[in-house]
């Protein structure tokens, strides 16, 4: 059974500090693994994040979309490269389709306090083919403590 009829297991990426983010894939061929340390509803930059997957295609390059939505509404669209030919800002792209990889480090992100409330986050990597490499969404709740 992969997972496609019910859906893969909801994950908790992290819980503290009054944030919590809860995933699931949404790639029907596989799940992964997410953990973001240092977790907070005041989100600090540059947060350090452990991710592991099995690449089911080449990455020469990778690209990650984010959506956020609230309540039912777009709140955000981003694109954001994260592998390109000339410029890899992370040491497994060029990884080849069969590898596992494994990045524990830095994601450059900027600090931001996260306002009290439920969002649904959609998360797609894709390589330079627009092939699927990971798909995840997630609900995040900002609460107080
Ligand atoms: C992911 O989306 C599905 C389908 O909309 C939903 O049922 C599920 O609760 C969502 N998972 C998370 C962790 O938000
Ligand atoms: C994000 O993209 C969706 C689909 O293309 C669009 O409907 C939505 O209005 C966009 N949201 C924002 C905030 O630009």
């Known amino acids: ?5 019910n859906g893969w297991p909801k994950h908790t990426a992290c819980n503290s500090g009054g944030l919590e983010v ?17 977790c907070s509803k005041q989100i600090q930059s540059n947060l350090n994040i452990r991710f592991g997957i099995i690449l089911r295609q080449d990455i020469r390059k990778l ?5 956020l939505m609230a309540k039912g509404s777009s ?10 030919e000339d410029q890899p800002k992370f040491s497994f792209c060029g990884r080849r389709k069969g590898e596992q990889i494994y990045y ?10 996260v306002p009290q409330g439920e969002y649904q986050l959609l998360l797609e990597l894709y390589n330079e083919n627009r ?6 969404n997630a609900t995040v709740t900002s609460s107080e403590f």
């Open 22 to 38: 809860v995933y699931q894939s949404c790639d029907p061929l596989q799940d992964f693994g997410l953990s973001i340390d240092q």
């Open 131 to 136: 092939a699927t490499v990971a798909c995840a």
């Open 104 to 113: 524990a480090g830095p994601v450059n992100n900027p600090g931001l306090d």
């Open 1 to 5: 059974d992969h997972g496609s009829e």
């Open 63 to 67: 690209f990650l979309d984010i959506t």
């Open 75 to 84: 709140i955000l669209n981003y694109s954001y490269p994260l592998c390109e």
